[in-house]
């Protein structure tokens, strides 16, 4: 592989479409004929201000946010949010969360901290778990629509239908698909999946949810203090919004399989999916565990049945151009990410090396 560069199958902080990364380093010195780098820049300066309003003006139409919702550009991450989520919207009272792996896991434990938690319902990180038992009396339900670990996803956004306000960490598969937003109340995630660098936060809050932190809340992280501000309440990272909005402007334009802008990239990130699970399924060598009516399009964990491979995988994947291919440490085995900057040619390429891999070794 000598003509482009590796594919990445990282799951976060992950790859970036080349072009974006290109245009970054074509203005890393001077932006705009400012003479300034976007780093150089005050936050509060008509340049940066600039980049931050189209920013959000390209992801509202991209993912059709409705008016009565506010962006917030923020930090801390997902983690950071599942402290800063109940802080907000708890009122100290009742959370339900649906447990369907690692990281919802994570926010149910963070939860605990502020607010009394119930687990509506728990799967085994291998699907979604029916039977919710929802409180009517709940600040809100929690739920994680797509499981970065685990590789369980939920490909319609569940119905609450109790008037409780549902909120969905979105990390690893905003901007990969539509979001409903008559079904969501707040949806948040880290920019390092499939909209840029690590460091920015994306929150989407329901105006008539504002307004309501708790005393312990910090001021940077009241969502109706920082949407007064616009974002710019203290210093946002403003380097990883202005990389944001130029992904934000390669998904407008991104055509594929006759469509344009975020229909596009939902269709090949189906396709990209759709012919990963093929080769999987239809091997003896690997093994997905998770249940085919909800495995992730975004990550996509995978077995090797003869663990004692493992070492010799990944370093002939490595040498195959094929990178950053290890499961997580808490599940072992292999994962491939596959946001919306891996081109169809690099799963396709992984395909093949699964195919050679095991003609060798199975």
């Keep these: 592989m000598t003509a482009h560069r590796p594919f990445n199958f990282s799951a976060g902080p992950a790859t970036l479409p080349e072009p974006v990364l290109r245009q970054v380093a074509a203005e890393m010195l001077d932006w705009g004929g400012s003479g300034m780098s976007v780093m150089e820049m005050s936050h509060r300066g008509k340049e940066f201000i600039s980049i931050a309003e189209a920013a959000e003006r390209d992801l509202r139409e991209l993912l059709s946010v409705p008016p009565h919702f506010r962006v917030l550009f923020m930090q801390g991450g997902g983690l950071g949010e599942n402290a800063i989520v109940p802080m907000n919207l708890s009122r100290g009272g009742k959370v339900d969360v649906v447990v369907t792996g690692s990281w919802s896991r994570k926010s149910a434990a963070e939860a605990r901290r502020y607010a009394d938690v119930h687990v509506a319902a728990e799967g085994n990180g291998r699907e979604i778990p029916r039977d919710w038992r929802l409180r009517d009396d709940a600040a809100y339900v929690h ?3 797509n499981e970065t670990i685990d590789g369980v996803e939920f490909h319609d956004l569940p119905l609450v239908d109790n008037g409780v306000p ?4 979105c990390s690893s598969h905003m901007l990969s ?10 949806a948040f995630g880290g920019a390092q999946k499939n909209i840029g660098p690590a460091g920015l936060t994306l929150v989407f809050v329901r105006e008539d949810l504002l307004g309501h932190a708790m005393s312990i809340c910090p001021s940077a992280f009241n969502y109706e203090t920082v949407a007064a501000a616009q974002s710019m309440y203290n210093t946002p990272p403003t380097f990883a919004i202005y ?4 992904v934000f402007q390669w998904a407008k334009a991104f055509e594929y399989a006759g469509k344009q802008g975020l229909a596009a990239i939902e269709q090949r990130n189906i396709d990209k999916a759709a012919l990963l699970y093929q080769a999987l399924d239809g091997a003896s060598l690997y ?9 992730s399009r ?17 370093t002939e994947a490595k040498a195959a151009g094929l990178l950053q291919l290890k499961g997580h440490k808490t599940v072992g085995g292999m994962r491939a990410s596959i946001y919306n900057a891996m081109p169809l040619e690099g799963v396709q390429a992984l395909v093949a090396f699964l195919k050679d891999f095991e003609a060798r070794h199975g």
């Design 298 to 314: 975004m990550n996509v964990p995978f077995y090797l049945k003869d663990e004692r491979l493992n070492d010799a995988f990944l």
């Design 243 to 246: 990389v944001a909005g130029l």
């Design 166 to 169: 549902l909120v969905i960490d």
């Design 143 to 145: 739920v994680c629509t």
């Design 177 to 186: 698909r539509p979001i409903d937003w008559s079904r969501v109340g707040l």
């Design 287 to 295: 093994e997905n565990r998770v249940q085919a009516n909800c495995r």
